[in-house]
């Protein structure tokens, strides 16, 4: 099959519609996903979002990230017109770095289920200290268990990888 059909573009909304407005709020409602054409393949989808804010819960002042989301997709994918208004939607949102990147990788488990997914912010230094989250979630029971087990625990040897791309 070449191409896609009306069929697996049904639930895409955002996509070309440029009568879209931001949301000012944080807005999980917003993603989008469509069918993965290749679900026999094991391959990673990478997005890198290096214009990320969202506010300190404490001060209300703004944190500046580049957030690094890869997964490995099961059924369904995530288009990403609606994922850039997702991101976008943190930019009011008050949390703490952490809870963030926690935040964007559950929505997304819950948007497409995919076998394998991992999320990476970057966060800009506020008074003299960086703090750069790392999150991973690999499928219960299968061999993407194992895996985000071990890209844990050896994290730390990727930053040279995706800083110098």
Not at 8 to 17: H, R, S, Y
Not at 45 to 65: H, I, R, W, Y
């Amino acid at each position: 099959m070449v191409g896609r059909s009306k069929e697996d573009l049904k639930e895409i909304n955002l996509l070309g519609n440029q009568g879209i407005k931001y949301k000012m709020e944080y807005a999980p409602e917003i993603l989008e996903a469509f069918p993965n054409k290749h679900i026999e393949n094991d391959y990673f989808v990478k997005f890198n979002c290096p214009e990320f804010t969202s506010l300190c819960p404490m001060t209300g002042q703004p944190d500046f990230a580049t957030i690094y989301i890869s997964y490995i997709p099961g059924e369904k994918m995530v288009e990403s017109k609606s994922l850039k208004l997702y991101l976008f939607s943190f930019r009011n949102h008050g949390d703490f770095h952490e809870d963030c990147v926690n935040i964007i990788m559950k929505d997304l488990i819950k948007l497409m289920e995919p076998k394998y997914i991992e999320v990476w912010g970057k966060f800009t230094p506020r008074g003299g200290i960086s703090i750069d989250p790392y999150c991973n979630y690999g499928r219960k029971g299968t061999k993407y268990e194992a895996l985000a087990e071990q890209r844990l625990f050896n994290h730390d040897m990727y930053p040279e990888k995706i800083d110098n791309r």
